[in-house]
DNA sequence: TAGAGAACTTAGAAGCGTCACA
DNA sequence: TGTGACGCTTCTAAGTTCTCTA
């Protein structure tokens, strides 16, 4: 395994083609010229009218332009279950009442006798008539955003004219975390250009600052891929604006991503190997690690770094489970020594899971409290440091990426069927693509309309059950006619009422096959595995090999992200 | 060499536009 | 022609890994 990766690229592959001419730089730079407008920072705001009145212990109280500004943002959440919370409620407080006046502060003590009411409904009534706007308002709107896309949207880097991810300043409001959040409710200050890093290249035009601004500074590094960056004030971190998915740069690093992923599969038995024999080692720490890899190839576990302590929700992954996070059973569901792991992980997503697993885990939790760490002698950057000893570039997030193609490669095998209709193959394939995402446990709130819209698509097959039931009778009548007779106009009959039947068939297995597809997705996200772990060239492959078109799985976004794939790959593509 | 911070990827939710169907 | 469901896009939070510094 400790060969270096081949240094070739897309570009090589391509290069006689002209799709991806360029060579790659030396090391760590990123780009040679970098020009670009700035980000664009939304509009200032403006005050309430004056018929739109908050209210205090029952009493008119004209807020100041910064206190208004901060109500409404809590006004325009009141639909919204964070705003009954009391963690949000206090930070809300808390921050809304730093961005008061002197006199108001003194007033305003108690959220509770706060009346948003008419801030809300001002707001509801802004969105209601938003949505009312004629064809011809909406596309005036529409024309307007396209022109500030085409303004700011886009830079040139090298020679290519590329598309930014988000070059729009985040608009301030209130924070909202995801879970158990303690910051949740918390201002999002405005960023002001003051506020903003601007990086470019020297001899590019640098970007203006908006009239009567100026950059907190404006910097020329080409080892970062980053157009502009601030730090946002909740979490003190930095966010930046970056190129868009489908750019050339972007598109490099996503086929290096794979690249890697792809060296794994040829170490992959030995790595095995080699961690089975260190969960029997005479060190813990190496016990531990092998315990850990264990768990991050087979059950797809994240590398689950350390996090500060209330900064954010109490969310684990592998490294960072805590002995309350599983309990062992002797026997469960008629199996012998199993582990049942109940944790948030990111975005507080329940990972619930009953794996049988080996003793060294009971060994871990001797003498251990619920709040204690499962593996006290090993953390992610020890692991990440280990892998890399084994194959270069070896990271834990690594083996997500290899698991999840690797899987969808041998789903796609294993459902082939070349008899199936288009929709039942691609039935297969949301099978195949929802495998990995159960093991990579993408999932999401089950839509709302959910029950309501399958029951009106179950409604839709009884009645096309009933349609094909007439049809196939009128069939029947039809031949019965026409038996016997040469008379063309019957025979012309028999065969419309055969297409009617096919049509019919056809129209029934299509929703059927779509009741199966939505059911079985109910609770599971495919698009998060499509988007960043699924090798595409499988998919370009498959849908080859299929005769699919390719537009069938992947949109307009992800063909455009995902172009290198689509360029390069052929149908006997093997990850 | 560890800790902090920077840089970049991964993530689900919400918003929005489109399209099928009554 | 209006409406609602659905899929796509946008948004930004929350991870991982890299890199710098003391």
């Known amino acids: 395994c400790n060969s ?35 980000p664009y920072f939304p509009p200032e705001y403006q005050t309430l009218p004056d018929d739109v009145k908050f209210y205090y212990n029952g009493k008119p109280v004209k807020l100041s332009l910064p206190a208004e500004e901060v109500a409404l943002f809590f006004a325009q959440m009141m639909d919204h279950e964070y705003t009954t919370k009391e963690v949000f409620r206090n930070n809300f407080f808390r921050d809304w009442r730093k961005e008061m006046t002197l006199e108001e502060r003194q007033l305003i003590m108690d959220l509770n006798k706060c009346d ?9 009534q802004k969105v209601e008539a938003r949505k009312n706007l004629s064809k011809e308002e909406k596309l005036v709107n529409k024309e307007a955003n396209q022109k500030i896309v085409d303004e700011y949207g886009y830079c040139v880097l090298d020679h290519h004219r590329e598309r930014i991810g988000n070059f729009k300043i985040e608009p301030p409001g209130l924070f909202r975390g995801r879970g158990d959040h303690p910051k949740q409710g918390m201002l999002k200050k405005r960023i002001q250009p003051e506020d903003a890093i601007i990086n470019c290249s020297k001899d590019s035009r640098i970007p203006e600052p908006p009239a ?33 998915a489908n750019s050339k740069l972007k598109g490099e690093k996503d086929w290096e991503k794979y690249e890697v992923a792809r060296k794994l599969k040829t170490c992959v038995d030995a790595i095995r190997a080699q961690y089975q024999e260190d969960l ?39 490294c960072s489970l805590r002995v309350e996070h599983i309990t062992l059973h002797d026997t469960l569901d008629g199996q012998k020594c199993v582990v049942e792991f109940d944790f948030l992980g990111k975005d507080c997503i329940r990972y619930y ?15 251990k409290q619920g709040g204690d760490d499962l593996f006290d002698r090993l953390n992610t950057q020890l692991l990440n440091k280990h892998l890399s000893s084994l194959m270069p570039g070896l990271t834990a997030k690594v083996f997500r990426t290899y698991n ?25 394939y949301n099978r195949a693509n929802r495998a990995v995402a159960i093991l990579c446990n993408h999932q ?3 839509p709302k309309t959910f029950e309501q819209s399958m029951a009106n ?119």
């Open 212 to 244: 009567g601004h100026r950059w907190k500074e404006v910097r020329h590094d080409n080892t970062v891929t980053w157009l502009a960056s601030w730090t946002e004030n909740v979490q003190g971190s930095c966010k930046y604006v970056m190129l868009n």
């Open 4 to 38: 270096s990766m081949t240094p070739f690229s897309p570009s090589k592959v391509k290069k006689e083609e002209g799709g991806w001419e360029e060579e790659k730089y030396e090391d760590g730079i990123k780009w040679k010229f970098l020009e670009h407008k700035g």
């Open 353 to 367: 899971n009953k794996v049988p697993v080996f003793k060294n885990l009971k060994l871990f939790m001797e003498n």
């Open 457 to 575: 698509l179950q409604a839709k097959i009884d009645s096309r059950k009933e349609q094909l039931d007439l049809a196939k009778k009128e069939l029947k009548q039809a031949k019965k006619e026409a038996k016997g007779s040469s008379d063309n106009k019957l025979l012309i009959v028999v065969e419309k009422k055969k297409k009617a039947v096919q049509r019919c068939e056809e129209q029934l297995l299509k929703m059927e096959v779509q009741a199966t597809d939505r059911e079985e997705n109910k609770q599971i996200a495919l698009s998060t595995s499509k988007l960043n772990y699924l090798d595409p060239r499988i998919s370009v492959a498959w849908c080859k090999n299929m005769e699919v078109q390719l537009d069938k799985i992947y949109n307009k976004t992800l063909r455009d992200k995902f172009a290198w794939a689509i360029d390069m790959t052929e149908h006997d593509f093997v990850f």
């Open 116 to 124: 948003f009411g008419e801030l809300h409904a001002m707001h509801k």
């Open 404 to 428: 999840a193609s690797i899987t969808l490669q041998q789903q796609l095998k294993e459902l082939r069927n070349m008899k199936e209709n288009v929709a039942e193959k691609l039935l297969s």
């Open 444 to 446: 999401r709130a089950p």
């Open 280 to 318: 029997k080692s005479k060190q813990m720490g190496t016990r531990q690690r092998a315990v850990a890899l264990y768990f991050i190839d087979k059950l797809a576990l994240r590398a689950g770094n350390e996090k500060e302590e209330g900064e954010t929700a109490d969310t684990v992954g592998c």
